[in-house]
């Protein structure tokens, strides 16, 4: 790859290719249908850093109304590390944030990119946890049933994180192999609920939203009822969920840190979220 200009503008439906393999050589598991979610959405800025007409770096900034805008996808080429390209990148990002009015900007970071955020003004305010593996133990998966559509679950789930993430939920719930989970109490009253990503081996659950360990473990038995393979949770800020997944069998597979810009929150968490979806949609 020759050049040294990096040129930013929109990432594009033609890019998806290229950002999918992009995001393959670097490790992820990012599937070509989430690079479709982000420069499809009106919700989310998608940005592609070229060199040459090439992608050599990509960022997106997922907004939830003007409460919260979520920093993900930041990935760089290999060969054009540590020439400021991911600066530039993030800097795309804040500003495409501040031109949305957004409140609370935020991400979640590993540790090989947490110098450029700590760099740039952003606050370390929870930690993050990934937990993979089959369920130990025998449980009932008691009131769970099946949801195709975010509109039985979107309150509880708006009250939980503190924002609209509807059209989030429904795009997910849209992706092939997505089991929807819905779990009520004795009153019928809405006490939880999963999404259930295929993600081969096995599968991550998530958001996982529920009113306490008993609703949590519940439509986790759900869906380990209907995935064949691990299942994989991401926890954020909640010491009970850690502990209830260890108590399952789970294994702690890798941990990350929840940063926000320049104050500190805790958006898309609290007491109620036990896992999140991806850790570019916070």
Known sequence: MTGTDLGID???????AAAHDLSTRVGWSTRRTDWRRMVESDAVDAFAGRV????????????????????????VHPERRRRG?????LGACLDAAGDAGVGTVGLDANSEGRPLYDAHGFV???????????????????RVTTVVEPDPFAAFD???????RRFLLASLLGDDGTVGLLRRGPDGAVTGYALVLRRPPGATVGP??????????????????RVDGPLTVNAVGNPRAEELYRDLGLEHRRSLTRMTHREPAEPLAGELV?????FEYG
């Open 274 to 278: 036990w896992g999140l979806p991806a």
């Open 208 to 225: 996982l939203v529920a009113a306490g360990a008993e609703a949590a473990t519940a439509l986790l038995r759900a869906a380990a009822e």
């Open 158 to 164: 708006e009250r939980a994180s503190g924002v609209d």
């Open 10 to 16: 929109r990432l594009e439906r033609g890019d998806v």
């Open 52 to 75: 040459d007409d090439r992608l050599a770096a990509t960022a997106t900034l997922v907004r939830y109304g003007s409460r919260v805008g979520w920093i993900g996808m930041m990935i």
């Open 124 to 142: 370390a305010v929870a930690d993050v946890t990934q937990w993979r593996g089959s369920l130990d133990g025998t449980g009932r998966a008691d």
């Open 85 to 89: 390209h991911g600066s530039r990148l």
